[in-house]
């Protein structure tokens, strides 16, 4: 287990088995291939992608739910907590959200990195965070699907290099020759479906080259034993998602 959690009984209402927690816990990353919401409700969130594309753009649509707190619905759900549960452990606060879009045959590539060394010194430690990232469009390796190297989710600050922000959505990348890419694994999710992965774990895409448009939903969470630093954090708002805080941290809702 992880983070803020310790062996316990299996409860019934968690959405991974004991055999994908324990593929994430070595992997560092585990595909859910079932629908993450109902028909309807994500329906409904796609609604509100579609709307908040057009208002702001695919390039401004980072922790959107700042702006737009019906998404707090989704964030905050059931579905969701149940689903991230059995690897953040039982108090779950909400870290950000992120809508993902990379439009047909001009969509950058999203450069090989760990989220950890973008909020390097933002959280006390990087251990137990994860991102669940669901498809809302169909995500092949056509159209620069996830891809990930497995196992490599125990440093979580490699050593980077630049890149040109013309082709990549990131100004850096970890550096090539620290990368097998013969070990990547490529993250093909239908529409609803979704993957769940360690913020420390080496990942990436590659651009989208094909007629298809690639969007996802990127909800991220971690367990309350956590400290994320004010001082460090100016005018980014966190949520208490399930239980309690057990490191003094300030919540929108609490």
């Not at 310790?6 to 994908?20: C, D, N």
């Not at 094909?210 to 969007?215: I, V």
Request: hydrophobic share 35%; net charge negative.
């Amino acid at each position: 287990m992880t983070a803020n959690t310790t062996p316990r009984e299996w409860r019934s209402y968690w959405r991974l088995t004991p055999e994908q927690v324990a593929q994430y816990e070595r992997d560092g990353y585990v595909l859910f291939h079932q629908p993450l919401f109902s028909e309807e409700k994500f329906a409904r969130l796609k609604a509100i992608f579609e709307e908040n594309l057009e208002r702001y753009g695919p390039d401004n649509l980072d922790v959107i739910h700042f702006r737009d707190p019906r998404l707090l619905e989704f964030l905050l759900s059931e579905e969701v907590l149940n689903l991230v549960e059995p690897v953040v452990g039982p108090n779950i606060g909400l870290w950000s959200s992120h809508f993902i879009c990379k439009p047909p045959y001009t969509g950058k590539a999203t450069p090989w990195h760990e989220d950890s060394a973008y909020w390097n010194g933002r959280v006390s430690t990087m251990a137990g965070i994860c991102t669940v990232w669901l498809a809302i469009d169909e995500a092949t390796p056509e159209n620069g699907c996830m891809r990930v190297i497995p196992g490599t989710h125990n440093n979580g600050f490699s050593e980077y290099e630049p890149v040109d922000t013309a082709q990549n959505i990131f100004g850096s990348q970890i550096r090539p020759e620290l990368i097998d890419e013969s070990k990547a694994v490529y993250f093909a999710l239908k529409p609803g479906e979704c993957s769940l992965h360690e913020a420390r774990l080496i990942h990436g895409a590659r651009a989208n080259t094909s007629p298809k448009r690639r969007a996802g939903y990127t909800m991220r969470y971690f367990p309350t034993s956590s400290k994320v630093y004010p001082e460090r954090n100016q005018g980014h708002k966190i949520w208490l998602a399930r239980g309690v805080d057990l490191a003094g941290n300030h919540y929108e809702n609490a």
